[in-house]
């Protein structure tokens, strides 16, 4: 080696010899071969090892990531599905409450229509029910005042039977309109 650096150093001293150089080049590729055994044998493998690991573990973290991708557009799919069938079940719950809502309207004013449909047949029966007393009260008090004037015109007390009659004739002249 030293007479390399002196070779290097260019003091143009002796040249090595031939067989110092052989057995510098056989000690080197000993030493190589040696060096590269041992980092074969203890170095490479727990790199190459390491490495592997490290690649495994990089593989499998994009794995794991490109299905927890398909996972998420999976549950996204399946949320707007789930949400248009809400959206679609909302709809549809308040298109029945309008209808529900309208026959409830439908139905309070058929009732309220027949309520008063009734009310008013019976005020018209109970007000032709009136009437027909007060006209028979009428007629029942004109006969007894025809009757008491009769009595007292002809100075004498008239039957039950010429009362009847009497009245009887008074409601038909008064009935038909005609009044002598």
């Known amino acids: 080696m030293t007479s390399l650096l002196l070779l290097a150093a260019g003091d143009g001293g002796p040249i090595p010899s031939e067989g110092a150089d052989i057995l510098t080049a056989v000690t080197t590729l000993v030493v190589a071969l040696v060096l590269f055994t041992i980092l074969a044998v203890k170095v490479w493998p727990p ?3 390491a490495l592997d690991a490290r690649n495994d573990k990089i593989l499998g973290e994009i794995r794991a ?9 999976a549950a996204m799919e399946a949320h707007a599905a789930e949400l248009a069938k809400a959206r679609e079940e909302a709809a549809k719950m308040i298109a029945d409450a309008r209808e529900q809502a309208r026959r409830a309207a439908e139905e309070l004013k058929a009732r309220n229509e027949a309520e008063l449909a009734s009310m008013m047949a019976k005020a018209t029966s109970d007000i032709e029910a ?7 009260e009428l007629h029942q008090h004109a006969a007894s005042l025809a009757s008491a004037v009769a009595s007292r015109i002809l100075g004498r007390e008239i039957r039950p039977e010429d009362q009847q009659r009497l009245v009887e004739e008074t409601l038909s002249q008064v009935n038909g309109g005609s009044v002598n």
Not at 65 to 73: H, L, T
Not at 130 to 136: C, E, L
């Open 65 to 73: 990531a490109e299905e927890a991708g398909r996972k998420a557009r």
């Open 130 to 136: 009136a009437k027909r007393r007060a006209v028979g």
């Open 47 to 49: 790199i190459v090892k």
